[in-house]
């Protein structure tokens, strides 16, 4: 399972060293795995440096994202890449009106 912890602040690429497992008899429904060309930001957090980090995620990775984890999915190549740069260059979280 992705979590916030596994966004690097500084570089807002993924880091897989600290993944938690899930019992492999548990059903993750497919609207909480993440998708190729999504973007991954941490809603909520109990710490300030944690929330608004920024993701793109790059390959079909078999992988769940936390109970404080948004997904911005089903985005052209060109928005997610976008939407990554702007967010991870400014350093400020991502804003979408709708």
């Given at each position: ?15 897989f060293s ?43 990775y078999d ?36």
């Amino acid at each position: 399972m992705l979590r916030a912890n596994n966004i690097d602040l500084k570089t807002n690429a993924l880091d897989f060293s600290e993944l938690k497992y899930i019992n492999d008899d548990f059903v993750i429904p497919k609207e909480k795995k993440v998708t190729k060309g999504s973007l991954i930001i941490c809603t909520a957090s109990g710490s300030k440096s944690h929330l608004g980090k920024i993701a793109l995620i790059d390959d079909d990775y078999d992988y769940a994202f936390g109970g404080f984890m948004g997904q911005l999915a089903r985005l052209s190549q060109f928005a997610a890449k976008n939407g990554y740069f702007w967010a991870g260059n400014t350093g400020k979280p991502l804003i979408l009106k709708g």
